[in-house]
């Protein structure tokens, strides 16, 4: 019997403890140490910050759901990792012994890199955790009291752009139904070198689509652009040229501000001795493996996974829930081939799927593989895909509650976009 924890109960870390309980079966103890009681779907954040979503409907509590599959949850959160001693330790001092380590943390959100941003000691909302879109909820609210200008976008050293573009073609979305549109006007900030480049170097004709989709919405937009500093109300942005070098320089007055933040790994995971990059994201080989702690997996955000290409203002690469569920799918599949004597040298895919709603349409973006030259590279714009979006949620969220692993949705929708988990690799045994 192998003891296999999970730290992070979010989209990877969930995911793979049911798909390990599914894959592995009973025979072996999955423990998974999530951060608080809550699951909360991520992806939802946006329409929650505008109040299409209440919180009850994009969270789940944990441990009702995953105890039904013989999987025991803690929710103290890891305090510390004992690479060494194979065990976790919990804020409560609870030492959680492994044979397996799954570490599935996410992001730590660095809005301590640009001065005045972030909702608790900054000015700027966010939509990257269900607390910090329910905080957005709030002051749209009294923003909508009192409108004004809205600057969206995100920071140097972001690799999270589709939720950037997402909100703010939600918000324009909700502001024309409301009425408001005429009283607001909208610019769009973003360390990438042109708009629709996603930290991907552009997906099919995605620059083209984007910029268009701005126009039409009367969103202004300022790229290639670092934001040097947010005060109560405004903010200065530097745009900056091929080379990287500071030019124009921008205030930008506004009456509400969200801007996604660059994104490291979590504490207790960067402090494990040459685990991690210098940024925090966990290394690890193209088995999901960390080569210098063989018993040791990771998936997710938390992930270290090179930059598609350089930019001017730095930039990172998105990591998707696609992608992340074929990091968990890799990991299962290699823990189980090596709890029964096979070689474990399943290998995942890393395809970026993204399908960014915008309020009443949507764009989907497709880079398979994502680092190019890819085999498949485009984006499409349609209704089709703000329908895909909520198929999404709904299907995720059926499947957190329920512990199924691959239904229906997956199945088809992916298939038919040629999306395999996989990579088809010559096994050795
Ligand atoms: C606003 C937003 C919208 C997005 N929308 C999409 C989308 O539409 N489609 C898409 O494909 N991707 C989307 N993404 C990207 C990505 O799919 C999500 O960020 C996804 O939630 C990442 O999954 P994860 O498991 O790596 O991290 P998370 O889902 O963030 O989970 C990490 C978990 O680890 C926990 N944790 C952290 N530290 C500890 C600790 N020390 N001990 C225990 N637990 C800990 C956290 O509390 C959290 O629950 C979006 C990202 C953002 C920020």
């Known amino acids: 019997m192998a003891r296999i924890v999970v730290v992070g109960a979010g989209l990877g870390g969930m995911s793979a403890a049911y798909e390990l309980r599914d894959t592995l079966g009973k025979g072996h103890e999955i423990t998974l140490v999530g951060k608080g009681d809550l699951f909360g779907f991520t992806p939802s954040n946006p329409w929650l910050a505008v109040g299409w979503r209440k919180p009850e409907e994009v969270t789940l509590k944990v441990a009702d759901h995953v105890g039904k599959h013989g999987i025991t949850f803690n929710g103290d959160g890891v305090e510390r990792i004992d690479a060494d001693g194979d065990a976790v330790v919990t804020a409560t001092g609870e030492r959680i012994p492994y044979d397996y ?6 992001p730590k959100l660095a809005f301590e890199d640009v001065a005045g941003t972030g909702p608790e ?11 910090h879109a329910q905080g957005a909820w709030i002051a749209y609210q009294a923003f909508l009291d009192n409108p004004g200008p809205i600057v969206i976008g995100a920071v140097q050293g972001a690799s ?12 324009d979305a909700d502001l024309r139904k409301r009425k408001l549109r005429d009283k607001v006007p909208m610019t769009f900030v973003s360390s990438e070198p042109y708009i629709g480049h996603m930290g991907l170097g552009g997906v099919g004709d995605s620059k083209g689509l ?3 989709e701005m126009r039409q919405r009367h969103i202004k937009w300022i790229v ?9 109300g405004e903010m200065t942005v530097v745009e900056h040229d091929a080379k990287g070098q500071p030019g124009e320089s921008h205030v930008l007055p506004f009456k509400f501000s969200m801007l996604l933040p660059a994104f490291k790994g979590v504490e207790a995971v960067a402090a494990v001795e040459g685990l991690c990059n210098p940024r925090g994201f966990v290394i690890v080989d193209k088995h999901q493996r960390s080569p210098k702690y063989p018993k040791i997996f990771s998936a997710g955000v938390c992930v270290a996974i090179p930059q598609v290409e350089a930019t001017p203002v730095p930039t990172g690469a998105p990591k998707t829930g696609f ?12 823990i189980q081939a090596e709890l029964t004597g096979e ?3 399943y290998e995942g895919t890393w395809n970026a799927v993204c399908l960014a709603d915008m309020g009443d349409t949507g764009a989907a973006f497709v880079a398979l593989p994502q680092i190019p030259p890819r085999n498949v590279t485009w984006t499409k714009i349609g209704k089709w895909v703000h329908v895909a979006k909520i198929g999404f949620e709904k299907y995720f969220l059926y499947k957190m509650r329920n512990g199924t692993s691959e239904p229906i949705y997956e199945k088809y929708i992916l298939g038919m976009l040629g999306i395999e988990r996989l990579k088809d690799v010559k096994r050795s045994s």
């Open 121 to 131: 000691a900054g000015h700027t909302q966010s939509v990257c955790t269900t607390e």
């Open 224 to 232: 290639n652009t670092k934001v040097s500093e947010v005060r109560d």
């Open 323 to 334: 992608m992340i569920e074929s990091m968990v799918t890799t990991i299962v599949r290699n």
């Open 160 to 171: 999270c752009f589709g939720p950037a573009y997402e909100f703010a073609m939600i918000v």
């Open 210 to 212: 984007m910029e268009s």
């Open 343 to 345: 070689t474990p040298d």
């Open 101 to 106: 380590l799954l570490i599935c943390t996410g």
